[in-house]
C-alpha cells in the first residue's frame, strides 16, 4: 500500500508513520529526516536546504522532488512506503502524479492551530539517529537520552514558537489545498488527532483497512 500522511507540522505525522510501518512493514520515508541528515553530513543539498528549514520555510520544490524521486526508486519501495511530509505543495503533489506513482490513501491528521504550537514546545528529537520524542505525550525511558541509541533528546531549531508560527502559515497557505486535490482524486481520509497517540492510530489504521 503506497500511503501519505497529511497534516500540520506537530500533528504527529512521524509517528503515526512508525505505527503504520509496524502493522504494513513498509518503510517511511520523510523528507525532512532526509533533509537534516544531508545537513548534518553537510552535503550540498543539505546546505541549500539549510536556510528555508531555519526559517520555517519550504525548501524548494526542486529539491524535494529530487529526493523523493532517487528513494521511491530504492528496492525497499517495492511493497508499499508511507510518504510523511511529502507532498507539500501542489506541484509536488504533480510531480509525484507525473512520475506514475499510484497513491492509495491519502491520510490527513487534523490538529487545531491552538494545540500545534503546544506539542511542537514539547518535541524532543535525538541528537543522532533523529527519532522523535514528547515531554508529554512520547516520553523516553529515561529523561533526555533516546530510546534507540542512547543520544541525546535535544530541541529542533525550527520547532522554536517564533518559527512554528510561520511554519503553520505555510502549511495553510502551501500544504492545506493538497486535501481538495485528494479529496478530487477520491483518496482523502480526515483523521482527528486525539490526545492519546494509540487512539489517533486506531483511527487511522481504520482507514487504512488493516
Ligand atoms: P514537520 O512535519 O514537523 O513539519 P519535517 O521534519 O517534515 O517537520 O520538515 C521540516 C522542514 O523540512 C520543513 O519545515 C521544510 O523546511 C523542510 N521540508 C520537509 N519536507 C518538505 C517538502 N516536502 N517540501 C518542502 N520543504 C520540506
Ligand atoms: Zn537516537
Do not use: W
Request: with cysteine.
Amino acid at each position: 500500500m503506497n500511503i501519505i500522511l497529511l497534516g500540520a507540522p506537530g500533528a504527529g505525522k512521524g509517528t503515526q508513520a512508525e505505527k503504520i510501518c509496524e502493522y504494513l512493514n513498509i518503510p517511511t520515508i520523510s523528507t525532512g529526516n532526509i533533509i537534516r541528515a544531508a545537513l548534518k553530513s553537510g552535503t550540498e543539498m543539505g546546505l541549500k536546504a539549510k536556510s528555508f528549514m531555519d526559517a520555517g520555510k519550504l525548501v524548494p520544490d526542486d529539491v524535494v522532488i529530487g529526493i523523493i524521486k532517487e528513494r521511491l526508486a530504492e528496492n525497499d519501495c517495492q511493497n508499499g512506503f508511507i510518504l510523511d511530509g511529502f507532498p507539500r505543495t501542489i506541484p509536488q503533489a504533480e510531480a509525484l502524479d507525473a512520475m506514475g506513482v499510484q497513491i492509495d490513501k491519502v491520510i490527513d491528521i487534523e490538529v487545531p492551530d491552538e494545540n500545534i504550537v503546544a506539542r511542537m514546545s514539547g518535541r524532543r528529537v535525538c541528537e543522532k539517529c533523529g527519532a522523535s520524542y514528547h515531554l508529554e505525550y512520547k516520553k523516553p525511558s529515561k529523561d533526555g537520552v533516546c530510546d534507540l541509541c542512547t543520544g541525546a533528546l535535544v530541541q529542533r531549531k525550527d520547532d522554536h514558537p517564533d518559527t512554528v508560527l510561520s511554519r503553520l502559515k505555510v502549511y495553510h497557505e502551501e500544504t492545506e489545498p493538497l486535501k481538495d486535490y485528494y479529496q478530487k482524486q477520491g483518496k482523502l481520509a480526515i483523521v482527528e488527532g486525539q490526545e492519546e497517540i494509540a487512539d489517533t492510530t486506531a483511527l487511522v489504521l481504520k482507514e487504512l483497512e488493516v
